[in-house]
C-alpha cells in the first residue's frame, strides 16, 4: 500500500507560508522543486493574516511554486490546511490551470501551455454546484487515495483527469 502512495507524483502548486523559505516550507522536504508559475487569480490577505487567491479577479496572476509531492506529504499539508481552521474553515484541496513563469511581470492565460494541479483554496468561498449530481461527503484527498491505491499504473494524467471528473460537478474556478 505504501509504495503505491508513494510512487504516483502529485503536482501540487504552493504560495502563501509553503513557498521556499517561507514559515511552512518544511512541508515541502524531500519533494521536487519544479519551479515558478502562475495562476490566475488575485493573491488576498484575510483580516487574521492568511492568504487565499480570489479566483472572481480575471487577467490578474498569483505567482507561486509547483512541486511534485507524493501522497503522504499531501495528508500532512491537508492536515495543516483543514484542520488548521484559519478562515475559521481552512483550506480545501481543489484542482486549477498554472502557467510557467517566464519572465516576471509578463502573463499568459491562453489556453495553451498550462499544466493542471491541486492547490489549497480558501474553503468558505461560494461554490457553484453545476449539477444535480451532488454529494456534500466528497472528500478530494480520500478520492484521490482511493483512485491511486485501484490504480497503481496511473500516471500523473490519469489522476488529474480523474479528479478533474470527480469534481466537474463544482466550479472550482
Excluded at 502548486?13 to 519544479?34: A, E, P
Excluded at 519551479?35 to 487577467?59: C, R, W
Excluded at 509578463?106 to 451532488?134: C, H, M, Q
Excluded at 490504480?151 to 463544482?170: C, G, V, Y
Aim: charged fraction near 25%; charge should be negative.
Amino acid at each position: 500500500m505504501g509504495d503505491i502512495l508513494e510512487r504516483h507524483i502529485i503536482p501540487l502548486f504552493t504560495y502563501g507560508t509553503l513557498m521556499q523559505y517561507n514559515k511552512f516550507s518544511f512541508y515541502l522536504k524531500g519533494t521536487q522543486f519544479v519551479g515558478k508559475y502562475y495562476t490566475e487569480g488575485q493573491l488576498m490577505k484575510a483580516p487574521n493574516g492568511s492568504v487565499y487567491i480570489d479566483k472572481k479577479h480575471k487577467n490578474v496572476a498569483t505567482i507561486g511554486e509547483l512541486y511534485y509531492v507524493d501522497y503522504y506529504t499531501l495528508q500532512g499539508i491537508n492536515h495543516l490546511e483543514v484542520l488548521s481552521g484559519e478562515f475559521p474553515v481552512g483550506y480545501e484541496l481543489a484542482i486549477t490551470r498554472i502557467w510557467k513563469l517566464k519572465n516576471k511581470g509578463e502573463f499568459d492565460f491562453s489556453s495553451e501551455n498550462y499544466i493542471y494541479a491541486f492547490y489549497y483554496r480558501r474553503k468558505n468561498n461560494p461554490v457553484k454546484i453545476l449539477t444535480g449530481d451532488y454529494n456534500d461527503d466528497f472528500n478530494c484527498l480520500e478520492e484521490l487515495g482511493n483512485y491511486m491505491q485501484k490504480n497503481p499504473h496511473a500516471t500523473t494524467e490519469d489522476i488529474i483527469k480523474h479528479m478533474l471528473l470527480k469534481m466537474s460537478i463544482w466550479d472550482y474556478e
